[in-house]
């Protein structure tokens, strides 16, 4: 099972820049596509991006042209890079390890890490 930490949540400003990181305690972080997720208060857990095993990254409706995800596959980590922060982009945000269809859609593994909160004020 691959255990998951994120971190680098923040009390942001709207217009502000933040970048999220989640690091993955597995030997076979590379075979792995990552994929951040986001929780509001009284809503569903949304898949905001995820990056296939080889790198190509795919994104959510709410984090086009603003966010971009990336893997450092020497230190089994994953990020997300957040721009123009919104006050909708307040929510706990979590990674996890999983797959990808072969419809290319994103299939998520059981392992979620305890999230890391993002607040954006306007």
């Known amino acids: 099972q691959v255990q998951l930490v994120e971190s680098g949540g923040a009390l942001m400003e709207a217009g502000g820049s933040l970048r999220l990181s989640c690091v993955a305690s597995?030997?076979?972080?590379?075979?792995?596509?990552m994929a951040w997720y986001r929780q509001a208060p009284g809503k569903e857990r949304e898949l905001v991006a995820f990056?296939?095993?080889?790198?190509?990254?795919h994104y959510g409706d709410s984090a086009k042209d603003r966010f971009a995800i990336s893997r450092d596959y020497d230190k089994n980590t994953v990020f997300l890079q957040m721009n123009s922060l919104k006050s909708d982009d307040t929510a706990v945000y979590y990674c996890?390890?999983?797959?990808?269809?072969?419809?290319?859609?994103?299939?998520?593994?059981?392992?979620w890490g305890q999230g890391t909160q993002v607040t954006v004020s306007s």
């Open positions: 996890n390890a999983g797959g990808v269809s072969a419809y290319g859609t994103y299939m998520p593994g059981d392992s």
């Open positions: 990056i296939t095993s080889i790198g190509i990254p």
């Open positions: 597995t030997d076979n972080f590379g075979r792995y596509s």
